[in-house]
Structures are given as structure tokens and as C-alpha cells.
């Protein structure tokens, strides 16, 4: 298996503009994350799925942040408009069965930096 | 809720001695507890896990936890590192009835030759 494979790795993007960060899951696995990591935060949980139907979104920050799941092999983290203040890197994480001890195998992540 | 510390932001060692990462949990019921290894420029990656039974766990690299559930801790331990050991490491923590994991804010390990 490939991994987790998320695209683009680096976006670079001006304040206002539309960004869409896009995540392929592991085949088979049920669950599936979005984190976001910043050096003053650290990995905070925005958003995660089960079965593509999203189970808790309390960490999206803002309305201009949106996930959706349309099948089970493909994911997209939206913000619209972006800000300087969104700039991190945001990291796709899928599992077989969510945290229960099992782990996450995460993708190489999407650095983003909105000027 | 479920919360994880990590005292350490950054620890510095040399080559072939020994280090420890802390980190201290808080939660109201068990828990599944976690260690994750992240390289420059990449995605977390599990270092090792502690779901139930014996209390020491081991990685394949020469790290190893110990579960302490009295003192809601899971250090990790390596008796000498290498070079190849700078990472930032981050404990996790999973309640055994969520399905979501829990980072601390992670521990810079840089080792020096």
C-alpha cells in the first residue's frame, strides 16, 4: 500500500483566495483525520470521519474551514477565504478501527502558507 | 476529557547516553496510550503503543514506555541514542470509548556527536 497520500505538499497562496487540500486513505481503513500542526499549537484535531459521514468537527476552527468525504478513498480540506493566520502544515490520517488501539498512519502533510 | 503533557519542549544529548521524554496524561476512565516519532519534513510516525497487559513496551529501535497508571505517566526511555535519533516525539492518548488521539505539544530530542 501506498500510504496515505495527500496533495499538494507546499501551497502557497494569497490572503482571500480559496485553498483546497486534498487526502487519499489507506484502502480499508474506516477512519479517516484531518490535524493541523503550528509551532504556538502543536497537532490540533480539526475534523475526522467515519465510514465518509464526519463524526466530530468541534475542532474546525472557523466557518471558512470545511471537510468533506464524498467515498471512501478521497477527502478534501477547504478553506475559503484564507488567511496569513492559517499558514501550518495539515496532516490526512486514516485508521482501521479510530484511535482504540490501533493508531493512525499519517500522510507527509500539506504545508501551507497564505500571504 | 482526555488531555496529555509533555514537560519537555526540547532535550538535548550526546551520542550513546541515555534520555528520557516525559509525558503525564489526564483522563477519568483507561486509556490507550501512544508514543509517535516525527523526522523533518514528514508525517508522524508509531514509535510503539500501550493497549493492555504488561506495562513495558519496546520499539523495534532500542526505545521503550513504561506504563505507570498511578502516576498517569509514559515516559519514554532509549539507553543510548544515535544521531539518527533527532526527531520531535509526541505522546498521544486515546480513551479506550473515543476514537480520536489526543497529541501532546511534542519533545524535540536533538542529539549531538
Known amino acids: 500500500d501506498a500510504g496515505v497520500i495527500q496533495s499538494p505538499r507546499h501551497e502557497v497562496t494569497e490572503m482571500g483566495q480559496e485553498v483546497t487540500l486534498r487526502c487519499k486513505p489507506i484502502s480499508g481503513h474506516d477512519y479517516l483525520f484531518w490535524y493541523r500542526q503550528t509551532m504556538m499549537r502543536g497537532l490540533e484535531l480539526l475534523i475526522y470521519?467515519?465510514?465518509?459521514?464526519?463524526?466530530?468537527d468541534s475542532g474546525m476552527p472557523e466557518d471558512r474551514f470545511s471537510a468533506k468525504m464524498p467515498n471512501a478513498s478521497f477527502s478534501t480540506l477547504k478553506i475559503q477565504p484564507s488567511e496569513p493566520r492559517d499558514s501550518a502544515v495539515y496532516f490526512c490520517?486514516?485508521?482501521?478501527?479510530?484511535?482504540?488501539?490501533?493508531?493512525?498512519?499519517f500522510g507527509s502533510g500539506t504545508r501551507l502558507t497564505v500571504v | 476529557a482526555q488531555s496529555v503533557t509533555q514537560l519537555d519542549s526540547q532535550v538535548p544529548v550526546f551520542e550513546e547516553a541515555p534520555v528520557e521524554l516525559r509525558c503525564n496524561y489526564s483522563s477519568s476512565v483507561s486509556v490507550y496510550l501512544f508514543w509517535y516519532v516525527q523526522y523533518p519534513n514528514q508525517g508522524l510516525q508509531l514509535l510503539l503503543k500501550y493497549l493492555s497487559g504488561s506495562t513495558l513496551v519496546e520499539s523495534i529501535n532500542g526505545f521503550e514506555a513504561e506504563f505507570n497508571k498511578s502516576q498517569t505517566s509514559f515516559h519514554l526511555r532509549k539507553p543510548s541514542v544515535h544521531i539518527s535519533d533527532t526527531a520531535e516525539y509526541f505522546c498521544?492518548?486515546?480513551?479506550?470509548?473515543?476514537?480520536?488521539?489526543?497529541f501532546g505539544t511534542g519533545t524535540r530530542l536533538q542529539v549531538f556527536p
Open positions: 470521519f467515519n465510514n465518509n459521514v464526519p463524526i466530530d
Open positions: 498521544a492518548v486515546s480513551e479506550w470509548n473515543t476514537d480520536k488521539l489526543i
Open positions: 490520517a486514516s485508521s482501521p478501527a479510530g484511535g482504540q488501539g490501533q493508531g493512525y498512519t
